[in-house]
């Protein structure tokens, strides 16, 4: 079993490139030569231990002969080295993304051939004598971390050898622990092994490695590829995670599982320890997870071409590009991440469909000729569900009949990209629909603001003629009377009545412009050393009539030295004014008012200040907790209150002179009890209250 000899199979229909072969490689290994398809098609049911493939040989393509060796089990390690022409631009790029795991050029050196098949069958050996030495996890049948050590050391050496990048993902299951709390040991390993044949199946290709390497965490190894590749595989799989939908409803950032992931690769290089790249990947994984989870991290940004810098902000948003071949699919994936596009992929028009329920994207590039669910079908069910009707889709096929493209806007499209494409015209028209989209988005809001906006004029409206038709009609009954009143006395006292209904329209006008005047250019008027005590005693005089008519109780605690403040002394006494009406009016007979004011201290950078601390309290009816953080705007008081009386502007005249002052005001309310505003405003420096100024000071807004 020691002695037998590699067996390498031969597919090109070249006679004289099979005799150069069998004479490079000698006595070292078996050859088995097929020139034609069926010949191929025995010889790799025979588990050849290496593949050279001649790119010219037509019965059989590259990626058909790597995906057949990677759907059996006994041949899923065997890799393919592609002989290609020296002279065809782009060949090895084109059979390294069908799965090649090496390319030699023709015509053959029989030095580098011999090097490179004999590295992958050591390479086939080694990982078979993993299999052998069941290196392989219980849980997830992926080998375990030892094997995944050894499979480093081993790459690590010949991309060094081969002066190739080497490329690493560590993924790890997000919030893992809490879910086998919640769910138990057997649904935990059950997670495990479906993201292990996700991840697996993810990286595809022949040469990449993955292994269980932690609790919950995974690696992926991926040969020859740069951090560009190894980023837009990290986000092939974490799509493929979230796609999965595993239920864990003690997840932090989703209802699914998701797995955050560090990307990171290397030209390995003599000096640099092997364990710098899974140090740099650590790195990134604590990073991903410490941003939020459900991510991946890969090298910091580099600077973006200008042939696909996007023009604005526009470009910005959620690709999903759906094409079941994956060479397509890459190539787009590729310049769309160059954009600042967050992409995904879909194979099928069923993965699209799912794709497009777990996260909603922005805009969709959709191929036509798919075997499950064709593109035309995949775009008529996004249009029929109103969740996704306004999706932006733009086919991308090969299609290029008129009547195919009449279909493809007839079931909804937006745009039509014919293939083989340009980049740039990709780019152009993906910007096109999104800034279409963003537009969309922002006439839909500017719509709804403009219904608010009506709603809001036809009730201040309506209000408006509420409370102006009341001293309205009190003039207009004074006015009567006076003409049909003889006695001079009682015309007198009809007169007052109505000048107190016009000093009331007055007041209401005054306040609406107030509030218009502050919204519109900000509160400004003069502020100057202020002793407050004279507005507080005015304020509450005024009250105490009120109060007493209504049968309510007005209670004071004034502190008797308090400090001095840069102030307004009209403005605060309209704001204490308008505070102990509001509480008046809210508070039933009986009741009870309570204004208080004294000088306390409050935080101040690493210190305190002194401050002025005024309370209105009432016993009154409360303020529902829904309309607590609405009572300072104008309007809202009339608008969600039944009860109210007034259109509401007085509270808010009221912020807006606590605001002119630089202070704070807040309100506490609890239904059924009562409600307390709290006003709090800086006291003035000590020399500017023992000196008092007539100088005035302009407002802080």
């Given at each position: 079993?020691?002695?037998?000899?590699?067996?390498?199979l031969?597919?090109?229909?070249?006679?004289?490139?099979?005799?150069?072969?069998?004479?490079?490689?000698?006595?070292?290994?078996?050859?088995?030569?097929?020139?034609?398809?069926?010949d191929?098609?025995?010889?790799?049911?025979?588990?050849?231990?290496?593949?050279l493939?001649?790119?010219?040989f037509?019965d059989?393509?590259?990626r058909?002969?790597?995906?057949?060796?990677?759907?059996?089990?006994?041949?899923?390690?065997?890799?393919?080295?592609?002989?290609?022409?020296?002279?065809?631009?782009?060949?090895?790029?084109?059979?390294?993304?069908?799965?090649?795991?090496?390319?030699?050029?023709?015509?053959?050196?029989?030095?580098?051939?011999?090097?490179?098949?004999?590295?992958?069958l050591a390479?086939?050996?080694?990982?078979?004598?993993?299999?052998?030495?069941?290196?392989?996890?219980a849980?997830?049948?992926?080998?375990?971390?030892?094997?995944?050590?050894?499979m480093?050391?081993?790459?690590?050496?010949?991309?060094?050898?081969?002066k190739?990048?080497?490329a690493?993902?560590?993924?790890?299951?997000?919030?893992?622990?809490?879910?086998?709390?919640?769910?138990?040991g057997?649904?935990?390993?059950?997670?495990?092994?479906?993201?292990?044949?996700?991840?697996?199946?993810?990286?595809?290709?022949?040469?990449?490695?993955?292994?269980?390497?932690?609790?919950?965490?995974?690696?992926a190894?991926?040969?020859?590829?740069?951090?560009?590749?190894?980023?837009?595989?990290?986000?092939?799989?974490?799509?493929?995670?979230?796609?999965?939908?595993?239920?864990?409803?003690?997840?932090?950032v989703?209802?699914?599982?998701?797995?955050?992931?560090?990307?990171?690769?290397?030209?390995?290089?003599?000096?640099?320890?092997?364990?710098?790249?899974?140090?740099?990947?650590?790195?990134?994984?604590?990073?991903?997870?410490?941003?939020?989870?459900?991510?991946?991290?890969?090298?910091?940004?580099?600077?973006?071409?200008?042939?696909?810098?996007?023009?604005?902000?526009?470009?910005?948003?959620?690709?999903?590009?759906?094409?079941?071949?994956?060479?397509?699919?890459d190539?787009?994936?590729?310049?769309?991440?160059?954009?600042?596009?967050?992409?995904?992929?879909?194979?099928?028009?069923?993965?699209?469909?799912?794709?497009?329920?777990?996260?909603?994207?922005?805009?969709?590039?959709?191929?036509?000729?798919?075997?499950?669910?064709?593109?035309?079908?995949?775009?008529?069910?996004?249009?029929?569900?109103?969740?996704?009707?306004?999706?932006?889709?733009?086919?991308?096929?090969?299609?290029?009949?008129?009547?195919?493209?009449?279909?493809?806007?007839?079931?909804?499209?937006?745009?039509?990209?014919?293939?083989?494409?340009?980049?740039?015209?990709?780019?152009?028209r993906?910007?096109?629909?999104?800034?279409i989209?963003?537009?969309?988005a922002e006439?839909?809001?500017?719509?709804?603001?403009?219904v608010?906006?009506?709603?809001?004029?036809?009730?201040?409206t309506?209000?408006?003629?509420?409370?102006?038709?009341?001293?309205?009609?009190?003039?207009?009954?004074?006015?009567?009377?006076?003409?049909?009143?003889?006695?001079?006395?009682?015309?007198?006292?009809?007169?007052?009545?109505?000048?107190?209904?016009?000093?009331?329209?007055?007041?209401?006008?005054?306040?609406?412009?107030?509030?218009?005047?502050?919204?519109?250019?900000?509160?400004?008027?003069?502020?100057?050393?202020?002793?407050?005590?004279?507005?507080?005693?005015?304020?509450?005089?005024f009250?105490?009539?009120?109060s007493?008519?209504?049968?309510?109780?007005?209670?004071?605690?004034?502190?008797?030295?308090?400090?001095w403040?840069?102030?307004?002394?009209?403005?605060?006494?309209?704001?204490?004014?308008?505070?102990?009406?509001?509480?008046?009016?809210?508070?039933?007979?009986?009741?009870?008012?309570?204004?208080?004011?004294r000088?306390?201290?409050?935080?101040?950078?690493?210190?305190?200040?002194?401050r002025?601390?005024?309370?209105?309290?009432?016993?009154?009816?409360?303020?529902?907790?829904?309309?607590?953080?609405?009572?300072?705007?104008?309007?809202?008081?009339?608008?969600?209150?039944?009860?109210?009386?007034?259109?509401?502007?007085?509270?808010?005249?009221?912020?807006?002179i606590?605001?002119?002052?630089?202070?704070?005001?807040?309100?506490?309310?609890?239904?059924?009890?009562?409600?307390?505003?709290?006003?709090?405003?800086?006291?003035?420096?000590?020399?500017?209250?023992?000196?008092?100024?007539?100088?005035?000071?302009?407002?802080?807004?």
């Open positions: 079993m020691i002695d037998k000899k590699p067996v390498v031969v597919m090109s229909k070249s006679e004289s490139q099979l005799r150069a072969i069998a004479q490079a490689l000698g006595g070292r290994c078996d050859t088995v030569f097929a020139g034609t398809g069926g191929a098609l025995v010889s790799l049911r025979e588990a050849p231990d290496l593949v493939f001649d790119t010219e037509a059989l393509d590259c058909g002969v790597c995906r057949r060796l990677a759907s059996a089990d006994a041949t899923e390690t065997v890799s393919v080295i592609a002989l290609i022409d020296r002279n065809e631009p782009g060949a090895e790029a084109r059979a390294l993304s069908e799965g090649a795991a090496d390319c030699v050029v023709k015509p053959i050196d029989p030095r580098v051939l011999t090097a490179r098949v004999l590295t992958h390479l086939k050996s080694h990982r078979d004598r993993i299999i052998q030495a069941q290196l392989v996890d849980v997830t049948a992926l080998p375990n971390r030892d094997a995944a050590e050894q480093f050391d081993a790459e690590w050496r010949r991309n060094a050898r081969d190739r990048s080497l690493a993902l560590l993924i790890e299951i997000d919030d893992f622990d809490p879910l086998t709390r919640e769910y138990g057997v649904e935990a390993e059950d997670c495990l092994r479906r993201v292990a044949r996700c991840i697996r199946r993810t990286c595809h290709r022949a040469g990449d490695f993955v292994a269980r390497y932690g609790d919950a965490q995974f690696i190894l991926l040969p020859r590829a740069d951090d560009a590749g190894a980023e837009l595989v990290a986000e092939r799989v974490r799509r493929a995670i979230v796609d999965l939908g595993f239920p864990n409803s003690r997840s932090t989703s209802p699914s599982a998701t797995v955050s992931i560090g990307a990171a690769s290397i030209i390995p290089t003599r000096g640099l320890p092997a364990r710098t790249l899974l140090e740099l990947a650590g790195k990134r994984l604590a990073a991903a997870t410490a941003a939020g989870k459900n991510r991946w991290v890969g090298a910091p940004p580099r600077p973006v071409p200008a042939s696909t810098t996007p023009r604005s902000a526009a470009m910005r948003g959620n690709v999903l590009v759906v094409d079941d071949t994956p060479t397509n699919a190539v787009l994936s590729g310049l769309l991440s160059n954009t600042g596009c967050t992409v995904r992929v879909a194979l099928s028009g069923a993965a699209a469909l799912s794709a497009v329920r777990s996260e909603r994207p922005d805009i969709i590039l959709l191929d036509i000729s798919m075997p499950d669910i064709d593109g035309y079908e995949v775009c008529r069910r996004l249009k029929a569900d109103p969740a996704t009707a306004e999706l932006p889709v733009i086919f991308i096929s090969t299609l290029d009949e008129p009547m195919d493209k009449v279909l493809a806007f007839d079931v909804g499209g937006a745009d039509y990209i014919q293939k083989p494409f340009q980049p740039r015209e990709v780019l152009a993906i910007e096109y629909q999104l800034e989209t963003r537009l969309h006439m839909r809001a500017a719509n709804a603001r403009l608010e906006l009506d709603n809001l004029k036809a009730t201040i309506a209000m408006l003629v509420h409370d102006l038709r009341s001293p309205l009609t009190v003039v207009q009954m004074v006015l009567d009377s006076i003409q049909a009143e003889s006695n001079a006395e009682t015309a007198a006292a009809l007169a007052t009545t109505a000048s107190a209904s016009v000093t009331k329209i007055i007041g209401l006008v005054t306040d609406m412009l107030d509030i218009y005047r502050a919204d519109a250019t900000g509160t400004s008027f003069a502020l100057r050393p202020l002793d407050i005590l004279p507005t507080l005693m005015r304020a509450l005089e009250a105490r009539v009120a007493q008519h209504s049968q309510i109780q007005l209670e004071s605690s004034i502190e008797s030295a308090l400090p403040i840069m102030g307004n002394d009209e403005k605060l006494d309209r704001a204490l004014t308008n505070l102990l009406s509001n509480a008046i009016k809210f508070t039933p007979k009986g009741g009870r008012i309570t204004l208080s004011a000088a306390v201290a409050a935080p101040a950078g690493n210190g305190y200040e002194p002025l601390r005024i309370e209105v309290v009432d016993t009154g009816c409360g303020i529902p907790p829904t309309e607590l953080s609405h009572v300072f705007d104008p309007y809202r008081q009339a608008a969600s209150n039944a009860q109210s009386k007034g259109v509401g502007l007085g509270l808010a005249i009221v912020k807006r606590v605001d002119g002052h630089a202070g704070n005001i807040t309100v506490a309310s609890e239904l059924g009890r009562g409600t307390q505003f709290t006003i709090e405003i800086a006291a003035a420096p000590r020399n500017a209250a023992a000196q008092p100024s007539t100088r005035e000071q302009p407002a802080r807004a």
